[in-house]
C-alpha cells in the first residue's frame, strides 16, 4: 500500500514536472515573441498551471466542461437504460431522423431539417448554374 503511494507521488510530481517544463518553453516561445511579455521561469510555469487548474479545473474535482455527467461516465445507469430502450423502440426512419436532428443541433446552429435540405438543393442549383455558365464559355472561346 504505501509503495503505491510512494509511486503514485512520484508519477504526479514527474507529469507536474515535464507539464510545468512544456508551459514554461511554449510561453517563452510563443507568448513572449508575440505579445512582449517577460519570460517565465519554471517555478513561475508550475505556479501557472496550478492557477489555470483552480480556475478552470476546480479543486479536487473533474471539470464537466458544462455538461451533465460529465464526459457521459457518471450518468445514472437507469437514465442510460431509459435511453436504450426509447432507441430500441425506434423505427430506422425515425432514428435517421433524430440523428439528422442531432446533428443539426450540433452543426447547423439549430436550422430545422427542411432548412437545411432546403439551402442545399439552392446551394446545388447555384453551383448547377456556374458549371452550365463556364462550360457555355469554354466552349465560345473554342469555336
Not at 9 to 16: C, P
Amino acid at each position: 500500500m504505501k509503495r503505491g503511494i510512494i509511486k503514485l507521488l512520484f508519477f504526479v510530481t514527474l507529469a507536474l514536472a515535464c507539464f510545468s517544463a512544456i508551459v514554461m518553453l511554449l510561453w517563452n516561445a510563443v507568448v513572449v515573441s508575440i505579445f512582449g511579455l517577460a519570460a517565465i521561469n519554471f517555478w513561475q510555469a508550475v505556479g501557472l498551471l496550478i492557477l489555470l487548474r483552480i480556475l478552470f479545473g476546480g479543486i479536487g474535482r473533474k471539470p464537466n466542461w458544462g455538461m451533465p455527467g460529465g464526459f457521459g461516465n457518471h450518468i445514472h445507469e437507469n437514465v442510460r437504460e431509459k435511453i436504450r430502450e426509447k432507441w430500441m423502440k425506434m423505427s430506422p426512419e425515425k432514428r435517421r431522423e433524430f440523428m439528422l436532428r442531432r446533428k443539426c443541433q450540433r452543426h447547423w446552429m439549430g436550422m430545422t431539417v427542411e432548412e437545411i435540405n432546403e439551402f442545399f438543393s439552392k446551394l446545388d442549383t447555384d453551383n448547377a448554374d456556374d458549371v452550365d455558365n463556364s462550360s457555355s464559355e469554354n466552349n465560345d472561346g473554342k469555336e
